[in-house]
């Protein structure tokens, strides 16, 4: 009996430990070239005018890919992001202060759907703040 608690809390503790708790999510359901803003408000002193905004937008859709635009306190990338699992989602380190990444918030921006009729893309924001440093302001998206 004592064999199966072990291998039952072993498994509840390997099955948990993969999972993140996110402190805040949101779906953004956007058209193409309409850009959502998110504001990151940090508990330290803004240093320069673009530091928090993190603004990102789609331009094409085609053969099941997704080209994204990401601005990031005034850091431009491009990805191109696909439904299937594992090509879907890209993560950014929202702060570099700390040297353990475990300890780092973090987003996770994922391409979820994207529907033929309307021509809008499902994409979600997760935020994992594990200091609980970060205050997320989602503003309206723009045209």
């Not at 973090?106 to 979820?112: C, I, K, Q």
């Not at 759907?113 to 994992?128: G, I, P, V, Y």
Request: hydrophobic share 40%.
């Amino acid at each position: 009996m004592s064999r199966i608690l072990l291998i039952v809390s072993v498994l509840v503790t390997l099955l948990s430990a993969g999972t993140e708790n996110f402190d805040f999510t949101h779906l953004f359901t956007l058209k193409k070239d309409q850009t959502a803003v998110v504001e990151i408000i940090k508990d330290y002193p803004r240093t320069f005018r673009h530091e928090g905004v993190l603004r990102f937008r789609w331009t094409l859709y085609h053969n099941k890919e997704l080209v994204l635009l990401v601005d990031y306190e005034g850091f431009k990338t491009q990805y191109i992001l696909e439904t299937r699992y594992g090509k879907n989602t890209i993560k950014l380190f929202l702060t570099g202060d700390y040297p353990r990444l475990d300890k780092r918030p973090f987003m996770l921006l994922s391409f979820s759907d994207f529907d033929t009729k309307t021509k809008r893309a499902k994409l979600l924001t997760e935020f994992a703040d594990p200091e609980k440093r970060l205050e997320i302001r989602v503003k309206k998206p723009e045209k």
